[in-house]
């Protein structure tokens, strides 16, 4: 299905005035907005849609925008930029321009948004990075931590291989600061493991089909491997070493459904895997942090979002993950934990489709 498809229309949202992209105007700004009875505007600026992951992280923030408490004091919009740094800059400088309340970014690159975002800042507009982020401390940063987790993908990998063997890396979308940093954690980790050879690195852009289709274009020319590091598109990269015959040895990797459906056991094979993800409710979170910033319920500080790693034998059917959804979906769409930041239904992550009741939203402590 295009993407397109899957998304919701803006008018669900924003009503007929509010359905522009970046560069239409979004008509006389009050500020502050509830001061006066209207509802703050909040932009998303995504620099990419073209996997499955931004696609849950953007489905996510509109269904957020239809609950409560964003509802009735939030007026969002949102658009992408194809991963042009020059775009989304000029896209970023249109928005700017109208003066919003708040700018959500995920960043097609973390120095060339830096000049725009600063610009934003000095107009006294709440810029808040997720996800990518960017350098300038101009603006918030709401993430995980992109090299602890490249650094437990390659520690996992370390201990199940007792130290020795050939391990691929399936890196990113090259050029962001997450590709970068999961990479350099990793690279921390392997250089201290002598036994240990990266015998080929190459990009699944964090989308399952392109995983795959990569991954079997080069295991011909590969000799046996013994682990697995990769990004996104975990799935895709079992699906090639299954149809190709190659044992699956332990996977460190994301948080797709059908990698976490191998993990317990899925059509005779079961893999043995660490599955960490980065979860799309990055934006809902960025979304509630600045809420509460322009309330004036929360400082302007950075947010760090903890790990939620789980093994095999910690993955659960209909809980972390689901036999009834595709294995590219990003099963991590909700926080399944003890102590949950927030609980969202599938569909919110699917389409758009609001829940049912209040997003209650627990911000990290700061």
């Not at 289709?213 to 799935?235: K, V």
């Amino acid at each position: 299905m295009d993407v397109s498809d899957r998304l919701i229309g803006r008018r669900t949202v924003l009503g007929a005035g509010g359905a522009g992209l970046a560069g239409a105007a979004f008509g006389g700004l009050a500020r502050p907005a509830l001061a006066q009875g209207k509802k703050f505007k909040v932009v998303l600026s995504n620099s990419y849609i073209g996997n499955k992951w931004r696609l849950e992280m953007e489905n996510v923030f509109k269904a957020a925008l239809q609950m409560e408490p964003y509802k009735s004091s939030i007026e969002g919009s949102w658009f992408n930029s194809d991963n042009d740094v020059s775009k989304q800059s000029q896209q970023l400088s249109n928005v700017i321009a109208q003066r919003p309340d708040a700018i959500l970014i995920n960043a097609a690159s973390p120095t060339g948004l830096n000049g725009i975002i600063n610009q934003g800042a000095a107009r006294d507009i709440l810029m808040i990075a997720f996800d990518n982020t960017v350098t300038t401390p101009k603006c918030l940063k709401v993430n995980t931590s992109q090299s602890e987790m490249g650094r437990a993908w390659a520690d996992f990998l370390v201990k199940k291989m007792n130290g020795r063997g050939n391990v691929i890396m399936v890196t990113g979308v090259a050029g962001t600061e997450v590709d970068q940093a999961r990479i350099k954690g990793a690279e921390e980790v392997f250089e201290k493991a002598p036994g240990i050879k990266v015998v080929n690195r190459y990009t699944g852009m964090w989308d399952s089909s392109t995983a795959e289709r990569n991954t079997a274009a080069i295991l011909p020319s590969l000799p046996q491997i013994d682990g697995i590091w990769c990004q996104g598109g975990t799935d895709g990269v079992i699906k090639a070493f299954i149809s190709a015959n190659r044992p699956v040895p332990p996977v460190a990797g994301e948080a797709e459904n059908g990698f976490r459906r191998f993990m317990v056991g899925y059509n005779g094979q079961k893999v043995d895997g660490l599955s960490i993800g980065q979860p799309p409710y990055l934006s809902v979170i960025s979304l509630e942090l600045a809420r509460r910033i322009l309330i004036g319920q929360h400082p302007k500080q950075d947010l760090l979002v903890p790990l939620a790693p789980l093994t095999s034998d910690q993955v659960k059917l209909g809980e972390t993950a689901f036999a009834d959804q595709p294995d590219s979906f990003f099963a991590d769409f909700t926080d399944g934990g003890d102590h949950p930041i927030l609980k969202l239904c599938v569909t919110a992550a699917l389409d758009g489709t609001p829940c049912s009741g209040r997003l209650d939203v627990n911000l990290p402590a700061v």
